[in-house]
Each structure stands twice: as C-alpha cells, then as structure tokens.
C-alpha cells in the first residue's frame, strides 16, 4: 500500500512557567493510504497534541519540530495559507465533543455546506444539496429537514454524525479522528464507528483514531500505536499487538480491561501514576511501573526496535512479555 | 413511572429516529420574548415615549420654539398643560420635542461606538499579541479620565452641537464595547467549534465574523442598552451645560437648567424633563435586563 502519511521524530515543546514541557517527544510512525490506525494511551500522553501536529493547529506557545510528509511533502515547512487550504480538503479532523465542536448558532446543514462552499468553491444551492446528501450517507433520518436543524435540537449520535459529514464532505485523504465515540453511548458508539469504516471503504480514506478505547481500536483500524508519557512505546498491527503485547504497558492496558470470563475482586490497574512530563524519569519512561524492570532499563534510549513482521517495541526486554502471556493469554479464547 | 415507562423504551431503543419536535424549531426569540417581564415593560415605557415624541406634534397645538412673553412662567392649565417658561414657550411640547432631539441622538450615538468597539474587540481578542496590546493601550488611555470629564472637555474642543456630541461620545464610548467584545472572544476562541472551523480549512475573518461574532454580539448588544442611557445622560448633561445642542432647539438638558432658577415656584418646569430622563432611563434598563436573559444561550 502507498504511504499517505508520514510523521517523523515529531517534537512538540511547550513553554510553561514551570519550565519546557514535551508534550510529544520523538513520535515517528506513517500511515498508508486506505489504512486506519489507532493511537492509544492514557489522558495526557500526547495523543492529541500529535493529531494537532499533523493539522499544524498547535497552540502559539509551542514549538514543533520534527518531519510530518503528507503525499511526501513536508507539512510542517508549509507556511500558514498553504496549511489552510489542505485543511479540510486534504486533511480533516472529527472532534471528541460534536456538541462544542459545532457552532451553536448555525444551523446543522448549513455548517457542512459553508466547508463545501469555501473548500471546493461550488455554489450554495449546490453546496446545500451535496450536504444533505453527506447526511443521508451518514445515516441522518430525514436529512431534509435536519439541515436546518440547530445542533442541541439534535441527539448526540446524530451531532457527531453531522460532524462526519463535515468531517468527509471535501473528500479529504486523510480523517484524523480525535476521540469520536467516547462522549456516546455503546449503541450509538457502534452505530458511528460502522459509518465510519463504510466512509472509510467508500472514499478510500486513511484514518488516524486517537482513543483510549482498546476495544474500538480492535474493531476499527488495522494498526495500532501504543502511547505512553509523549512516547510511542509499541506500534504493529492490532492483530500482533493485542494479542503478542510486547511492551509491558500494553500488556498493562491490555490486562485491565475487566473481562466477563474472569471473575476477580479487583481489576488488574497499572500500579502507579504516568509521569509527569516536566520531568519524565531518564531512560524507559515505563520502568517505575513496570513489573518486569531490570538494571539496564534504566539508563540509556530506548528507540522502536523491529522484534516481528510489522511490529515494533521499544521494550528492551519484551521476551518478557511473552513469557507472561503463555498460560494467560491476553484475548480469551488464545 | 408505569405509565412512563413505554415511552422511555421507546426512545431508548431509537433516540435517533423520533420526529424532531415542531415546537423546538421554533423555540427562538421570536416566541419566547413575551416572557420576560422586564422587556415587555421595558418595551412599553420606551414605546410610550417614543411614539408620544414622534407624534408630538398630534399631542401639542403649541411649538416648541414660539415665544409669548405675555404668557410667561404660567402654571399648568387647560390649555397649557404643563405650563410655560419664562419666555412663554409651552412646557408640555418642548418636553415632546425635546425627547424627539435627546432620544435621536442618544441612539444614534451608540452606533459607531458599538460597530468601532466590536471590530477591534474582535481583533484584539482573536489575534492577540501586538494587536491585543496595541488595542487594549489604547482603551487604557481613554479609561483613565472618567467619562463625564472627557466627553465634556472633547464636546468643548470640537465645538457644541450635535456633531461635536457624536465625535465625543465615540471617541469613549468604543472602549467598553472593545474590552466586553474581546473578552468575550478569548473565551469562544478556545471552544471546539473554533479549533473545528480552522480544521476545516476556514480563514481568519470568515471564523471571526460567522462564527466567532454571532456567539459574542449578545453581551455588545446588551450593553448597548444601558449605553444610551449613558448617553441620554451625558447630552441632557451637556445641554445643562450649555454644551448641547444649540437653542433654539429643545432639548431637555437645557430645560431642567432654565427651570431650576424657578424650581421654588415653578417646579414643573425642571421636574418634568427630569422625570423624562429618569422614566426612559428605567425603561431602556429594563429592556437591557430582559434581552439579556432572552438572549442568553441555553
């Protein structure tokens, strides 16, 4: 498959009073055309500030450097106007929360005609057919009259929809996706994430889906990238990665999902709290938590190393991991 | 909650797909501001005195300007219904058409004001840095000398009048309509909708100006009720002044002035143009208070 994205050694510093935060610290990893990928990890490990990157939408008082190829061009060397005009045409971005991330005060049709308006110059009567159709795509019952509705007229499931539809109505290559489903209930979780992958097949789209939902990452994307503390510590495909963890905080995550088949007192949680990225400890960030350390974990870098077809960990002792899944494997049923 | 219960499974099993309710399309302004109290009454004070300025001369046989020194300082009577002056003009029509000069001027004092105001508020709030400091140095400026003062000294430099009262009142009346827009927008500009807008390849002016505006104007248009109270009380203070508008023009600031050498046996001719000022004051609050809560967002 052609590689659509790219984002190399991506480095995202923010000054505050307390001194400079990475907020992203070395964040490598591409995307192929048509793929999905999910970026995982705990609240705060940099998830969004990468998708932000991606975008160039970072805040003003941070500093990115670092490579981000989009179609092999570098964005990050783009100047603020050729940035903007691949913004919702090349690139677009879903929002976690669809009932602040639209406009209140403009009606829900309108808001995905005025991307279709402004991105790709058609007229307003066209503009406004073509979003009522966004909208029967998404699976908006009676879009006809939906396009004039304002957003808290409508559910949650229906706002996130409309933001799909905003989402894909310039035909981008890419959806970076930030969180769509958490602010759902299970149902209408499900109901977004199949129009997703049906956008997905349909437009031949790359996603990229940030979230802290192992479960929807397993359904959605073919790939996946483990984050912890700014870093990302694991990435492979979902297959390889959920089922042959070989970095201990994946195992970690993996682990505290609480399961039906296991009855237990209580849940399997990662002893101890992630770093604070002020002061991230020196060497594996992972390794005041980790059950398996050792002496040489901490000093030293810790890059991604290839370890199996398409899967790569920055674990330096990640046969670790597979000793620890025999006899208790990860997925039930393994 | 038996008797509930059918239509809770109903919605949970497809909250999605019910008919959207008529009633919430339009649930707007149009259809709610008969509920708030203060902005019907406000509404019917200032419609009174509007409508009784503007029809003047249908309530008054008498000209504002007419002089009959053989009528002078009159108590109220049949004919006159507040009296008249010490130059025998009839009191109750110069109040008519001196509300029809103050009213005029007061709200069209708060347009450029409030157009200067918003503009700059919204770009300071949205680009910040050197513009924010540029704009919020020159609000600073004007702050620092209280109202009345600047107005006052402006409306003496340009020359009175009503232009000079226009160029006065704007010169600082844009600064509150700056610092209230602009702190509106720093707020805004972090909500999602924003960061959304930008994603979606939008520029500068057009999220300023659809989006950004129609979120913050509520609060410009709030206070632009209690600003022509303002106003109306820095022209009647002009006019007591002898900086307003030029006589013979009526106008209720120079009529509380003339009638306060008579206040002791005369009363009515300073107490009813100040009542004037003091009734359509309450009645613009009102109206300020009631479209604030109307307009407030739920």
Redesign the interface.
């Known amino acids: 498959m052609a590689e659509l994205l790219r984002v190399e050694d991506d480095v995202v510093e923010i000054r505050t009073r307390r001194g400079v935060l990475r907020a992203v610290d070395g964040v490598s990893f591409s995307i192929a055309a048509g793929e999905a990928l999910g970026l995982v990890g705990e609240s705060g490990c940099g998830k969004t500030t990468t998708l932000r990157t991606i ?1 160039g ?1 970072i805040p ?1 008082h941070a500093t990115v450097s670092g490579r981000v190829l989009f179609e092999g061009e570098d964005l990050l060397a783009k100047n603020g106007d050729a940035m ?6 090349a690139i ?2 879903i ?1 976690q ?1 669809p009932m ?7 009606r829900a049709g309108q808001q995905i005609a ?2 279709i308006e ?2 790709l110059g058609h007229g307003g009567r066209e503009a406004r057919r073509e979003a009522v159709d966004l909208m029967r795509r998404v699976g908006i ?2 879009a006809e ?2 396009y ?2 304002y957003p ?2 409508l ?1 949650g ?2 706002r996130q929809r409309v ?1 799909i539809a ?1 989402a894909i109505s ?1 035909h981008p290559r890419l959806v ?1 996706c930030d969180e769509p489903t958490t602010a759902l209930d299970v149902t ?1 979780q499900e109901q977004i994430l199949n129009i997703l992958a049906t956008m997905q097949r349909e437009e031949d789209l790359s996603i990229l889906y940030v979230t802290h939902d192992l479960a929807v990452v397993a359904e959605l994307c073919e790939r996946v990238a483990v984050m912890y503390a700014a870093q990302i510590v694991e990435i492979g495909t979902v297959d390889e990665v959920f089922r042959r963890p070989r970095h201990p905080y994946t195992l970690g995550l993996l682990r505290s999902i609480p399961r039906f088949e296991r009855v237990q007192e209580t849940l399997n949680a990662i002893p101890g709290a992630p770093p604070h990225l002020l002061a991230p400890p020196p060497c594996c960030r992972f390794h005041p938590r980790c059950p398996y350390v050792e002496d040489d974990c901490r000093h030293g870098d810790f890059p991604l190393l290839p370890i199996g077809d398409d899967h790569d960990s920055a674990c330096i002792h990640s046969e670790r991991c597979v000793e620890a899944i025999v006899g208790d494997p990860v997925m039930p049923g393994d | 909650m038996i008797a509930v219960a059918p239509d809770n499974a109903a919605q949970s099993l497809s909250p999605d797909l019910l008919p959207l309710p008529v009633a919430s399309v339009k649930d707007g302004f149009r259809t709610r501001w008969y509920r708030s109290r203060s902005f019907v009454a406000g509404i019917v004070i200032l419609g009174v005195i509007i409508g009784m300025c503007t029809l003047a001369p249908l309530l008054t046989p008498f000209s504002p300007t007419q002089q009959d020194l053989t009528h002078v300082l009159q108590p109220p009577s049949a004919q006159h219904l507040l009296g008249t002056d010490q130059l025998g003009i009839d009191v109750w029509s110069q109040l008519l058409y001196g509300g029809r000069t103050d009213l005029r001027i007061a709200f069209l004092a708060v347009i450029l004001p409030f157009i200067i105001g918003t503009t700059l508020g919204c770009l300071a709030g949205y680009y910040g840095r050197a513009v924010d400091v540029g704009v919020m140095r020159m609000v600073d400026i004007v702050v620092a000398f209280p109202f009345y003062v600047l107005v006052i000294a402006l409306v003496f430099a340009i020359g009175p009048g009503e232009k000079g009262i226009y160029i006065a009142i704007t010169i600082v009346g844009w600064v509150s309509y700056a610092r209230i827009v602009r702190g509106e927008i720093l707020v805004a500009k972090q909500q999602d909708y924003v960061l959304a807008a930008r994603s979606a390849g939008f520029g500068a002016p057009r999220i300023i100006v659809r989006h950004l505006l129609p979120n913050v104007i509520t609060q410009a248009i709030v206070f632009a009720t209690a600003d022509v109270v303002l106003d109306i009380l820095a022209i009647v203070t002009l006019g007591y002044l002898g900086l307003g508008v030029p006589p013979p023009i009526p106008d209720w600031g120079r009529m509380i002035f003339n009638g306060q050498q008579f206040l002791t046996t005369q009363w009515q001719l300073a107490t009813f143009p100040g009542l004037a000022v003091v009734v359509t004051g309450i009645g613009l609050a009102l109206l300020g208070d009631g479209l604030s809560d109307l307009l407030r967002p739920e």
Do not use: W, Y
């Open positions: 975008l939408l003003r903007r005009r691949r913004r919702g045409k677009s971005m929002f929360e602040t991330a639209l406009n209140q005060l403009m005025e991307a402004i991105n019952p009676d009259r939906r004039r509705a808290h007229e559910s499931g229906m933001m905003m310039c970076l209408v």
